[in-house]
C-alpha cells in the first residue's frame, strides 16, 4: 500500500483505539478484518505503533504538543514501528524536521509521568508498594510478553512436547517454575504445528498455570472452577484430575464459555460441566454447597497485572471502576467459599498488581470467615514440584511481578476450610 495511505488508515486506527471505548486488541482485530486490502507486514506496523502509543501515551502526547496536523497523525509519526523508509515517504519535510528535533529531546530531567507513562492514581499506591523496584517494574511493563504454553499431560509430557515442537521449527524453553510449562522463542504461528493442533498444549502465561497448581486438584474429585471464562485454568485443573471426578467451569458469560468448547474438544477432556449461572449467588451454587473439593475464584479483576498485552488497561480503567470491582470480588468469593467441603480448599485470584484487588479482599474474607484457614503458597507449590518457591511468594500469598518473574502480574490467596 502507498505509504501516504498507509499513514492514513494508521491515524484513523488511532482515533478509533483512543476513544477507550472498546478493548485495544478488539478494535484493531475488527479494523482489519474490514480493512481487508492490508498486508501482514502493514497489519504488523499498524498494530504495533498503536500498541506504541498505549505504552507511553504521556510522553508520546508531550512530544506531539509542538507538531502541525491532527493529534492522531503527530502520534502515528512519533510512534511509527514500520520502516524508516515508508515514515520518510509518507512524513511532508516540514514533519520530519519537527520528528528530528522531538526525537532528540532528552527525557532526563523531566517530571516522572513522562518517564513512567501510567496515570497518577496507579503509579502512586505501585511506588508505595514496590518502592526502588517501581522503575524496574515500568521498564517491564514496556517489554512485550512471551509466549508460554502448558503442555497437556493428558496427551503429552514436557520433554516429549518440547521435542515435538522443535521438530516443527518451533523452539521452547522450559520455563523457570510451572513443571508443564515452555517458553517459546519468538512468536511462532502455533495454529500450523501439528503438535499444537493435536491438542499436546495449550498457550498459557506460566502464572496461570501457577494459579491451576494451587488447587492441588486430584483424581476424582469434585472441583469448581467459579470464573471459568474460555476455561484456561479449567483446561489445567481438569488434566491434574487426569479426566477422572467432576469439574464444574462456571461463568455469567455464556459468550466465554462457548469458547471453552473447542477447547475441550482439543484437550481430551470429558470430566468437565460448563454451566452458565446468572450470578455468584445462583441457585446452582446453592446446591452444590458444601460439597466440593477445590475450588477455584479465578475473580474478574482490572487485569492491571497484563499490561504487557493490554496497555489500553491503563487508560480504559479507573479509581471508581476498581473500587466497583473490589465490591463484586468480595461478594464472589464469600459466595464460592460456601460451596467448599469441610477440609476443602478455596484459592482466590486475579491478575492485578493492585492490593486493594488482592491482600485486601483476602483480609477481609478471612477476617469474616474464621472457618477458612490460611494455606501457604510455598508449601503448595513446592509438593507440586515448583522450584524456589519461596520466590514467588509474599507473607504466605502468591505474588507474582513481571520484573521479578517474567510473568503477567498474578496474586493468589489459599485456605482449607475446617
Ligand atoms: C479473570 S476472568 C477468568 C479467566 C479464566 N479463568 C481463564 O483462565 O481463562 C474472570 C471471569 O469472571 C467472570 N465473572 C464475572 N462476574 C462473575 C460472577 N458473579 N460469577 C462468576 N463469574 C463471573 C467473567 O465473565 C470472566 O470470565
Given amino acids: 500500500m502507498n505509504p501516504k495511505a498507509l499513514f492514513a488508515l494508521c491515524d484513523e486506527l488511532l482515533h478509533e483505539v483512543l476513544r477507550f471505548s472498546q478493548p485495544a486488541d478488539s478494535v484493531v482485530s475488527s479494523f482489519f478484518r474490514r480493512e481487508k486490502a492490508l498486508g501482514m507486514r502493514e497489519r504488523h506496523a499498524l498494530?504495533?505503533?498503536?500498541?506504541?502509543?498505549l505504552?507511553?501515551?504521556?510522553?508520546?502526547?508531550?512530544?506531539?504538543?509542538?507538531?502541525?496536523?491532527?493529534?492522531?497523525?503527530?502520534?502515528?509519526?512519533?510512534?511509527?514501528?514500520?520502516?524508516?523508509?515508508?515514515?520518510?515517504?509518507?512524513?511532508?519535510?516540514?514533519?520530519?524536521?519537527?520528528?528530528?528535533?522531538?526525537?532528540?529531546?532528552?527525557?532526563?530531567?523531566?517530571?516522572?509521568?513522562?518517564?513512567?507513562n501510567l496515570p497518577e492514581w496507579l503509579a502512586e499506591p505501585l511506588k508505595a508498594q514496590v518502592g526502588d523496584s517501581f522503575w524496574p517494574l515500568v521498564e517491564s511493563l514496556r517489554q512485550p510478553?512471551?509466549?508460554?504454553?502448558?503442555?497437556?499431560?493428558?496427551?503429552?509430557?514436557?520433554?516429549?512436547?518440547?521435542?515435538?515442537?522443535?521438530?516443527?521449527?518451533?523452539?521452547?524453553?522450559?520455563?523457570?517454575?510451572?513443571?508443564?510449562?515452555?517458553?517459546?522463542?519468538?512468536?511462532?504461528?502455533?495454529?500450523?504445528?501439528?503438535?499444537?493442533?493435536?491438542?499436546?498444549?495449550?498457550?498459557?502465561?506460566?502464572?496461570?498455570?501457577?494459579?491451576?497448581?494451587?488447587?492441588?486438584?486430584?483424581?476424582?474429585?469434585?472441583?469448581?472452577?467459579?470464573?471459568?471464562?474460555?476455561?484456561?485454568?479449567?483446561?489445567?485443573?481438569g488434566a491434574m484430575m487426569r479426566n477422572t471426578g467432576r469439574l464444574y467451569a462456571f461463568d455469567v458469560s455464556a459468550h466465554r464459555l462457548a469458547a471453552l468448547k473447542p477447547r475441550l474438544a482439543r484437550s481430551g477432556l470429558?470430566?468437565?460441566?460448563?454451566?452458565?449461572?446468572?450470578?455468584?449467588?445462583?441457585?446452582?451454587?446453592?446446591?452444590?454447597?458444601?460439597?466440593?473439593?477445590?475450588?477455584?475464584?479465578?475473580?474478574?479483576?482490572?487485569?492491571?497485572?497484563?499490561?504487557?498485552?493490554?496497555?489500553?488497561l491503563k487508560w480504559r480503567q479507573s479509581p471508581e471502576a476498581i473500587a466497583e470491582m473490589t465490591a463484586k470480588q468480595g461478594a464472589i468469593l464469600a459466595s464460592a467459599a460456601?460451596?467448599?467441603?469441610?477440609?476443602?480448599?478455596?484459592?482466590?485470584?486475579?491478575?492485578?498488581?493492585?492490593?486493594?484487588?488482592?491482600?485486601?479482599?483476602?483480609?477481609?474474607?478471612?477476617?469474616a470467615h474464621p472457618d477458612f484457614v490460611p494455606v501457604d503458597v510455598a508449601e503448595v507449590l513446592a509438593r507440586q514440584g515448583v522450584a524456589n518457591a519461596t520466590e514467588l511468594t509474599d507473607a504466605g500469598h502468591l505474588r507474582l511481578w513481571p520484573h521479578r518473574h517474567g510473568t503477567d502480574g498474578f496474586f493468589a490467596a489459599v485456605w482449607q476450610r475446617r
Fill in 55 to 116: 505504552r507511553d501515551k504521556i510522553r508520546l502526547q508531550y512530544l506531539a504538543k509542538s507538531g502541525k496536523g491532527s493529534l492522531e497523525r503527530r502520534l502515528s509519526l512519533l510512534a511509527w514501528q514500520g520502516t524508516e523508509a515508508f515514515l520518510r515517504a509518507a512524513a511532508t519535510p516540514e514533519e520530519l524536521k519537527w520528528l528530528t528535533t522531538a526525537r532528540l529531546l532528552s527525557l532526563d530531567k523531566q517530571p516522572d509521568n513522562l518517564r513512567h
Fill in 338 to 367: 460456601r460451596l467448599v467441603k469441610s477440609g476443602g480448599r478455596l484459592v482466590y485470584a486475579t491478575c492485578s498488581l493492585l492490593r486493594a484487588e488482592n491482600e485486601e479482599i483476602a483480609d477481609a474474607f478471612a477476617a
Fill in 47 to 53: 498494530a504495533e505503533t498503536v500498541y506504541s502509543v
Fill in 270 to 312: 470429558s470430566n468437565v460441566y460448563p454451566a452458565g449461572i446468572a450470578h455468584e449467588r445462583d441457585e446452582r451454587v446453592k446446591r452444590l454447597a458444601g460439597k466440593i473439593d477445590r475450588v477455584l475464584v479465578d475473580a474478574p479483576c482490572s487485569g492491571l497485572g497484563t499490561l504487557r498485552r493490554n496497555p489500553d
Fill in 145 to 237: 510478553a512471551g509466549l508460554d504454553l502448558r503442555v497437556n499431560l493428558l496427551k503429552s509430557k514436557r520433554e516429549l512436547a518440547q521435542a515435538a515442537l522443535a521438530e516443527e521449527g518451533i523452539h521452547t524453553t522450559p520455563t523457570p517454575w510451572s513443571p508443564w510449562g515452555l517458553r517459546a522463542l519468538g512468536k511462532p504461528p502455533l495454529n500450523r504445528s501439528n503438535a499444537f493442533l493435536r491438542g499436546d498444549m495449550e498457550v498459557q502465561d506460566e502464572g496461570s498455570q501457577l494459579l491451576a497448581l494451587l488447587t492441588e486438584a486430584k483424581r476424582g474429585e469434585m472441583v469448581v472452577d467459579f470464573c471459568a471464562g474460555a476455561g484456561g485454568k479449567t483446561l489445567a485443573l
